[in-house]
Structures are given as C-alpha cells and as structure tokens.
C-alpha cells in the first residue's frame, strides 16, 4: 500500500452494527487521494467499511471540517478480505502466506484482526480456498468484505 502522502485525507465511513461487539466501532476513517473535486480514490484497505477495497473510488462530502462518505463511484477489482487469527503467535505466519499468495496486507490495532487487499492480478479462488482450510482447523475466521465476489 502507498504510504501516506501530503495533500491525502481521511474519509469518514458511518458503520453498521451486526451485533453489540461488531464492529468495534461506529465510525472508520479511510485514508484516500482526491482525484477530481469531490471524488477520491481509496488509498488503503478497510478494516470495517463493507463493499469497499483500495483503490475505489468515492465521493465525500465535508461536514464540520471532515469529510464524510457519500456514494460509492467506481470499483476498481480489488477485493477487500477480513481475517481474525485465533492464536495471537500464528498472525505473522498467515501475513506471510497471504503475502506469498499475491495479496497486501494491513495489521489493525486489534491484535489478531488483519485486513487483506486481493488485487485483480490474483485468482480470488487460491487466496480463499487456503483460508477456507484454515477456517475449517479452526485457526481463523475471515469475511469477504467486497461487493463482487
């Protein structure tokens, strides 16, 4: 993921509450470029927004001094994966399998909570099927988190 650049801002995205504990949250801030007035691209992937992944492109609309989330304007093919790891030791090793299997990857700050970008160039297919295993050794539990599976 880019780093984080002068002249780039913070989106905020209102969450919806599944149950009481999640998300943890009900605001998340997603970092993002302006490309026209109005439209930015995503420059991060969200740990808790649904339906988004780095590289979309959204408009904002400022309030009180903030920029917050209004319509969703393009895709732009990469999938946005959601990942708890169950035993703390293991979150280096699933990082560095996702990493092998093309993806990028951001740590939260919730210690086990990993969110994965899954860019166009790689078969969504391989990066589930090995998370699918790792759900089934009860090691994991991930969420697509993308609109277009």
Known sequence: MPSVRSGDVKILFRLEKEDELW???EVESVW???????????????FF????????EV???EVDGELWYRKHIR?????????????????????D????LGCEVERSHLARLIAVDVP???APEAVVGWLTSQEAKGA??????????
């Open 23 to 25: 998300p943890p949250a």
């Open 59 to 61: 408009s904002a609309v």
């Open 120 to 122: 166009p160039d790689v």
């Open 140 to 149: 994991i539990e991930f969420e697509e988190a993308s609109v277009d599976w």
């Open 75 to 95: 895709w732009h093919g990469h999938r946005t994966v959601r990942v708890i790891i169950f035993d703390e030791q293991r979150v280096s090793s699933v990082i």
């Open 32 to 46: 993002a470029e302006e490309v026209c007035e109005g439209i930015y691209r995503i420059l991060n992937i969200p």
């Open 97 to 100: 399998e996702l990493i092998r």
């Open 49 to 56: 927004v649904k339906g988004l992944g780095f590289g979309d």
